[in-house]
């Protein structure tokens, strides 16, 4: 099965620092997500990576950067944590894009607090 | 654009009796539409999908949904409801077009309560 590993469930941070969410996926896909999820709002995108290097902006990418040094390895960075970045981070990955055998595999989630 | 709604925010049934969760969508490309279902402290995982193929889609654990144009639905069914069926389901749609192209579009999700 395919393991998309977030590196913590719960973060708790304060305002002004930089936050690294660390995100890694073994079966080698080529393209990573980051969502992020609010109740009543569903998952919104906040960036997506194609191939190593290469990362495009989702629908809500203020405050957010992303690296992606490593096929395996995806990471959201927060630059500046504020406390309207309180959420659910969700990453996942998947193999191809569009198509019948488009899947999206999802970690479990971080649970990052900014106070 | 594309776009999903989903019509309830909470629905709450009872064990054995049938399940409708229902979703509509907006999108001027034919539509790939995805039902994913996340359970408490978990991760979200595919229940179905539709891709153009048939419009009746039967996915795991006893769920199906159909695709119908006219009514620019996917609604989400299951005969009966199991309490393992709690859980937060979500109804997606692919975007297609200069900036959505690559982006899977949530809808705002419908948490499912299954009273024994």
């Known amino acids: 099965d395919v393991k998309v590993t977030q590196s913590s469930r719960y973060l708790v941070k304060r305002t002004g620092e930089k936050v690294f969410l660390e995100c890694v996926q073994d079966m080698d896909h080529e393209n990573m997500f980051w969502y992020r999820q609010d109740p009543g709002l569903g998952l919104r995108l906040i960036y997506f990576?194609?191939?190593?290097?290469?990362?495009e902006k989702g629908d809500i990418p203020e405050g957010y950067s992303v690296s992606r040094e490593k096929k395996e390895r995806f990471s959201l960075i927060l630059e500046s944590a504020s406390t309207n970045q309180t959420s659910m981070y969700l990453c996942?990955?998947?193999?191809?894009?569009?198509?019948?055998?488009?899947?999206?595999?999802f970690g479990s989630g971080t649970q990052l607090s900014v106070l | 654009a594309q776009s999903v709604t989903q019509l309830d925010s909470h629905v709450s049934v009872s064990e054995g009796t049938p399940v409708l969760l229902r979703c509509n969508y907006s999108?001027?490309?034919?539509?790939?539409l995805f039902w994913y279902v996340q359970h408490p402290n978990k991760g979200l995982q595919l229940l179905l999908k539709y891709t153009s193929a048939a419009t009746l889609v039967k996915g795991i654990n006893g769920f199906e949904a159909e695709f119908k144009k006219s009514e620019t639905s996917f609604h989400l069914t299951k005969p009966s409801a199991h309490m393992s069926d709690a859980a937060e389901y979500f109804c997606v749609v692919r975007g297609y077009g200069s900036s959505n192209t690559g982006k899977l579009i949530f809808g705002q999700g419908t948490t499912l309560q299954v009273k024994p």
């Open positions: 999108s001027s490309y034919s539509p790939s």
């Open positions: 996942a990955s998947s193999w191809i894009i569009g198509g019948a055998n488009e899947k999206l595999f």
């Open positions: 990576s194609y191939d190593v290097k290469m990362k």
